[in-house]
């Protein structure tokens, strides 16, 4: 296989706002990244109480309730606090990616049970969204799970466990779909306790 290029440089660190964010490379083709200290405790639980009192049941892409998906979220608009501006602005730093090309922030959440069962991130091509596609993904982990929550990828043998202010990394911005095929992956359901995530998504082109 030829390898590509990924959007993100692959680094050890990421000096970005005064932190150092640490990196561990979990597969090169397609890239997928476990990142430490992306959020302070402070800013993990500060998501939270905002996103607490505005939680919806989550839907599919095509806006459809499904039990492949239980969790229940809220998307942010859009520099609509301080705190999002903040975490927006390092997203963005983060993943290489233009704060112009950045969906709202979104805050899941998943009680014991719940669960997203395989699935892409990316729109397929007979999505409208598809037009100016997502290329990729930062799913925050804002709490410690007791037990379960890993995501998973199914075809790379790849599970991540939740550790409250890291993150996992992933892109399926390739020339070769076989590769963005790859990032098919899961929210494993909660056994015990709950658990939190904060997810930015990047598109191809401007978006806000
Ligand atoms: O909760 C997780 O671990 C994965 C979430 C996810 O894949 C998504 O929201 O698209
Ligand atoms: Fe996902």
């Avoid at 922030?105 to 409208?128: M, T």
């Amino acid at each position: 296989m030829i390898q590509e290029t990924s959007i993100l440089p692959v680094q050890s660190v990421y000096p970005i706002d005064n932190l150092l964010i640490t990196a561990e490379i979990l597969h090169e083709d397609p890239l997928i990244v476990r990142f430490g200290n992306v959020l302070s405790d402070e800013e993990c639980q500060a998501l939270i109480d905002a996103a607490a009192p505005r939680m919806k049941r989550s839907k599919l892409a095509n806006k459809e309730i499904s039990p492949i998906r239980t969790s229940s979220g809220i998307f942010f608009e859009a520099n609509e606090s301080p705190l999002i501006i903040e975490i927006e602005k390092r997203t963005s730093s983060l993943m290489h990616v233009p704060l112009s090309h950045a969906e709202g922030l979104q805050v899941l959440h998943y009680a014991p049970s719940q669960e997203f069962k395989a699935h892409y991130d990316f729109f397929g091509h007979n999505h409208p969204s598809s037009q100016n596609n997502r290329i990729s993904t930062l799913i925050m982990y804002l709490n410690d799970v007791e037990e379960g929550g890993e995501t998973t990828f199914p075809n790379l043998e790849i599970s991540v466990k939740p550790v409250k202010g890291s993150a996992l990394y992933f892109e399926y911005f390739y020339n070769d779909p076989k590769l963005n095929e790859l990032t098919l992956h899961c929210g494993l359901p909660v056994i015990r306790g709950e658990k939190w995530v904060a997810n930015q998504w990047m598109r191809k082109q401007q978006f806000r």
